[in-house]
């Protein structure tokens, strides 16, 4: 899924300083399962803007709102009769939202209070980790279930780097080096050998370095 | 390969090819543009060393331009070994630069991952790792041997490099490492510097798998050797620099030397090394890099028996 952290409540503060009358839109998508952008999230950050503008003496009225996804027109067209009754519509879904909000309703003002940080899973509760680059070529099989392109520093392909010590990538200690567990797995099933094939150049045109992508399913475009 | 028999031509080629025991050199371009600086720190080299590795934003910090630095070499006289890291350039910028070195006289290049930016003086940069370094050696070779460009298109006027590559063997996991050289040769390097040696042992039986799979008869194999000039240096290498082994007899020698002795214990151990691998099978020269001790080189490289260096016809 997607994972997003809560941008800093300043952040946020700063952004509705000049707005007296918001709505705050949660997404039910990767955001709730993170949670980061959930009714919980949205409900204790609506209460937390609220006590502190309270406190400044201004205070602000906050809508809250859950939508099913906000990367769907579907679900975004649902604000379609309240949207322009706010100053300001505040998004806590990761980045596809205020942008797929923005898109449907131009005259309204959208911001994130999340930023999105990458394609990962839960490694243990409250712990997420990055699985995937979104490269547009998966290669994973070949390392054994492990993607060198997302979780080696420098994404090589012929890892691991001379940096590589202890289990650790040179950038941190707290950093696995994916290279390590690759080699590991593939001398514990003695398939080592398969670390001696040479991978030519990579194709990135499939990855976000050729420009930003579009998926069209043919069989399902009317 | 060329007419005359050699990849390259460079003198570092032509030393070894030759079969004298290599001795390369390592200068950090300074940062900035003060060339007088650059030209200090070389000098000491000039007749000492067959080669001098240009480092390339060494530790990710911001220094001139390897490339920059290795033509001012040329036109010094002395023969650069221009590091080339994966970390700042693409395909595009990489073939570009093996062109233009090339064009400047530059005939050695060492292909690198690089450290990541992390640890250097600009961490918020965006890095580049289009290639690796194994594609890296792949590409300058495909450059040299074949006339082409990666896509195939063909180069007017080919850059005949003299292809180098790094290996650490004392990086993780151990066991890889020889094959991570193996791959590395099989890429197309020609020579071999490893990161610096201080555990001896684990040194000798890397060197014994290398030749036992036939790999120190493809490849140049220069040790590397950094001396320390203190026991505070030794400790720092061993807690913070990644990859590096340093052994605790080796620290608990410098500071028995006792203060103001150091720097002197520990170039002692380096010309130890030095005569030890000049026996050691697959063992082709050795690559001293004494940071920012430059000045120190000629006395070690006499100490330690490689001068004169042999002065090589030109190719």
């Known amino acids: 899924m997607i994972i997003a952290d809560r941008k800093p409540l300043e952040e946020i503060q700063e952004m509705i300083k ?16 993170c949670n980061v952008g959930g009714l919980k999230e949205v409900q204790i950050l609506a209460s937390t803007l609220r006590i502190a503008r309270k406190k400044e003496g201004r205070p602000i009225k906050i ?160 | 390969m060329s007419d005359n028999g050699y990849k390259s031509g460079s003198n570092l080629e032509r030393v070894l090819k030759a079969g004298h025991f290599a001795f390369t050199g390592e200068c950090g371009p300074p940062k900035g543009a003060n060339v007088e600086h650059l030209n200090e720190k070389m000098a000491p080299l000039k007749g000492v060393v067959d080669a001098i590795n240009v480092t390339d934003n060494q530790t990710a910090v911001v220094r001139m331009s390897s490339k920059a630095a290795s033509a001012l070499m040329v ?34 290049m060492l292909c690198l991952s690089g450290d990541h ?58 066991e890889f490492r020889v094959y991570r050289l193996a791959n590395k040769i099989d890429a197309g390097a020609d020579f071999i510097q490893t990161q610096c040696i201080y555990n001896m042992p684990r040194f000798r039986e890397f060197m014994k798998r290398a030749v036992d799979m036939g790999l120190t008869e493809r490849a140049y194999i220069l040790a590397g050797v950094t001396p ?31 203060k103001g002795k150091m720097a002197e214990e520990g170039i002692k151990f380096a010309i130890e090394q030095i005569e030890e691998f000049k026996q050691m099978a697959g063992v082709a020269g050795v690559h001293l890099m004494a940071i920012e001790w430059e000045h120190k080189v000629p006395e070690i490289a006499e100490r330690a028996g490689v001068l004169p260096r042999p002065v090589m016809d030109p190719a």
């Open chain 1, 18 to 33: 000049p707005y007296d009358n918001i709505m705050l839109v949660g997404c039910k998508g990767c955001v709730t399962v």
């Open chain 1, 63 to 222: 809508e809250e709102r859950m939508l099913e996804r906000q990367c769907d027109p579907e679900y975004i067209e649902q604000l379609r009769d309240v949207y322009d009754q706010y100053d300001a519509v505040l998004s806590m879904a990761c980045g596809v939202g205020p942008q797929f909000l923005s898109e449907a309703y131009p005259e309204q003002r959208f911001f994130p209070t999340v930023n999105t940080t990458f394609m990962g899973g839960a490694v243990r509760h409250g712990v997420w980790e990055e699985r995937c680059a979104g490269c547009g070529t998966c290669i994973i099989h070949f390392f054994d279930g492990m993607c060198p392109i997302s979780r080696c520093s420098k994404s090589l392909q012929h890892g691991p780097c001379g940096g590589s010590a202890a289990g650790k990538c040179e950038i941190a200690k707290d950093v696995v080096c994916v290279w390590d567990l690759i080699v590991r797995k593939k001398t514990e099933q003695g398939r080592l050998e398969d670390l001696r094939r040479y991978w030519a150049a990579k194709d990135w045109r499939t990855a976000r370095d050729g420009g930003p992508r579009k998926s069209i399913r043919e069989e399902l475009v009317q």
């Open chain 2, 75 to 108: 036109q010094a006289g002395l023969e650069p070994n221009f590091q080339m890291v994966c970390r700042d350039r693409n395909r595009i910028a990489m073939q570009s630069d093996i062109l233009g070195i090339h064009a400047l006289g530059i005939r050695n």
């Open chain 2, 117 to 174: 930016q992390k640890f250097g003086n600009h961490p918020e940069a965006k890095n580049v790792y289009d290639l690796d370094s194994m594609q890296l050696i792949a590409l300058a070779k495909k450059m040299r041997d074949e006339g082409k460009f990666l896509n195939d298109e063909e180069i007017d006027g080919p850059p005949k490099l003299f292809i180098g590559a790094a290996a650490n063997p004392f990086a993780d996991p151990t």
């Open chain 2, 228 to 258: 320390m000039k203190s026991a505070g240096m030794a400790k720092y290498m061993a807690k913070f620099v990644p990859g590096m082994d340093v052994p605790a007899e080796l620290i608990k020698r410098l500071e028995g030397a006792g």
